[in-house]
Structures are given as C-alpha cells and as structure tokens.
Nanobody, 115 residues
Framework: QVQLVESGGGLVQAGGSLRLSCAASGTISRVNAMGWYRQAPGKQRELVTQITSGGRTNYADSVRGRFTISRDNAKNTVYLQMNSLKPDDTAVYYC?????????WGQGTQVTVSS
C-alpha cells in the first residue's frame, strides 16, 4: 500500500508564491513518475507537471516558466514551487505517483489565489 501526504497549500495574493510538498510512504518501487494534478470547481482534473524516474519533466503550457517540480529520492518526496501565481491557478492540487502503471493519489490540498 502507498500513501501520499500533501502539504503547503493555502491562500496567496496574485503574484505570490507557494511551495507544495508530497511525501510518499509504504511499499514503493519501480516508480514510473510522480507529479501534480489540479482540479478547479466545475472543471476536469488536469496535469500540472510530472517528473519521471529518469528525471525528465513536463509542464502544462499554462504553468511553464512559473512552476518548478523537483524531488528528493531519498525522502520519496516531490515538491512543486509555484511562482507568479494567478487567480486561474486556484484549484485543489493532487499529488500523483505512478508505479507499475497504477496511479496513487493524495488527498489534495487547496490553493487559492486572490486577485
């Protein structure tokens, strides 16, 4: 069993920054990738960014240049540094771990950006 625990969400003004963390625990091996998704009210969950086991990253066009994903393999933790936040970034952010082609999800953390 795998557990993902997110932290770091909150309320911030437009232009501000937040850093999310996601710590994975349990039986973890052969991870394909870890990443962050988000879901705004009335919208579908969308990929924000992902980092593969090989270190390759990809970003949604809407966040590229503003958000940065990183990881600490020793701690099984992935981070999301979010800069220049916009009201459109308001959503619940979910940590994702893909292992052996199965997706595990965190409980989500709310990010609210005020204008």
């Amino acid at each position: 069993q795998v557990q993902l625990v997110e932290s770091g969400g909150g309320l911030v003004q437009a232009g501000g920054s937040l850093r999310l963390s996601c710590a994975a625990s349990g039986t973890i091996s052969r991870v394909n990738a870890m990443g962050w998704y988000r879901q705004a009210p009335g919208k579908q969950r969308e990929l924000v960014t992902q980092i593969t086991s090989g270190g390759r990253t990809n970003y949604a066009d809407s966040v590229r240049g503003r958000f940065t994903i990183s990881r600490d393999n020793a701690k099984n933790t992935v981070y999301l540094q979010m800069n220049s936040l916009k009201p459109d970034d308001t959503a619940v952010y979910y940590c994702n771990l893909r292992m052996l082609d199965y997706d595990y999800w965190g409980q989500g953390t709310q990010v609210t950006v005020s204008s």
